[in-house]
Structures are given as structure tokens and as C-alpha cells.
Nanobody, 128 residues
């Protein structure tokens, strides 16, 4: 199981970014997936979660209305469209999947799944 994120960069406040995550070693159509983020000096927290079919979406309160999670199961890809970015959105963004061993970690936001494998992350920096 491997996840590789991309798309992070420096952006001005109010701007937009679209993050991508390429999955390999499993089929995204068979597992829920999620985005987490970690700001400097803070814990990793769930941002958004999507079920295996992509029909059910869950978001942390601090991104609702601004971020949209989606997946392309035919291409084994996960996306996070981020609009109206704020400086507090700065952090390392990680893609995660249910696939894999262990008890996993909750993404919060009402997401009913637990996530066991993360990618290496992609850095998002939002300037004022």
C-alpha cells in the first residue's frame, strides 16, 4: 500500500489549490480515504473523508464550505480542492487510507472510518 501526495505549494490568502494523491497496492474503490493535515507544533488532524464509492463526504468544521474531497476510482486518485485559503490552513497535508493493518486513526468530522496508512505529505503554505 502506497500513497503519494502532490500539489502543495505557497499560495496567497484567498487563493485556491488542488491536492492529488496517487494510490497503489490497493483499489480506492474498495476503501474509504481521507485527508489529514499537521501544522507546525500541532497534532495531525482530519480534514475530510470520503467513502469507498465517493458518495458520502465528511468535513472538519474549519474547512466546510471551502474544501471539497473527491476521488477517481478508475484512476486510483484522491483529490482535495481547497478554496478561500487562510493562513491557518498552512501545514503538511497527508492522504490516508483504510487499507492496511492495525487499529487505525479517526478522521473526526463524523467520518465513520479509521485510517491506517499515510503518504509522505505535501506542504501547503498560505501567506497573508
Amino acid at each position: 500500500v502506497q500513497l503519494v501526495e502532490s500539489g502543495g505549494t505557497l499560495v496567497e490568502a484567498g487563493g485556491s489549490l488542488n491536492l492529488s494523491c496517487k494510490a497503489s497496492g490497493f483499489q480506492t474503490a474498495q476503501y474509504a480515504m481521507a485527508w489529514f493535515r499537521q501544522a507546525p507544533g500541532k497534532d495531525r488532524v482530519g480534514v475530510a473523508c470520503i467513502n469507498l464509492s465517493g458518495a458520502h463526504l465528511y468535513y472538519a468544521d474549519f474547512v466546510k464550505g471551502r474544501f471539497t474531497v473527491s476521488k477517481d476510482n478508475a484512476k486510483n486518485l484522491l483529490f482535495l480542492q481547497m478554496n478561500d485559503l487562510k493562513p491557518e490552513d498552512t501545514g503538511m497535508y497527508y492522504c490516508a487510507t483504510e487499507a492496511g493493518p492495525g487499529p487505525g486513526r479517526s478522521a473526526g468530522g463524523g467520518c465513520p472510518y479509521r485510517f491506517r496508512v499515510w503518504g509522505q505529505g505535501t506542504q501547503v503554505t498560505v501567506s497573508t
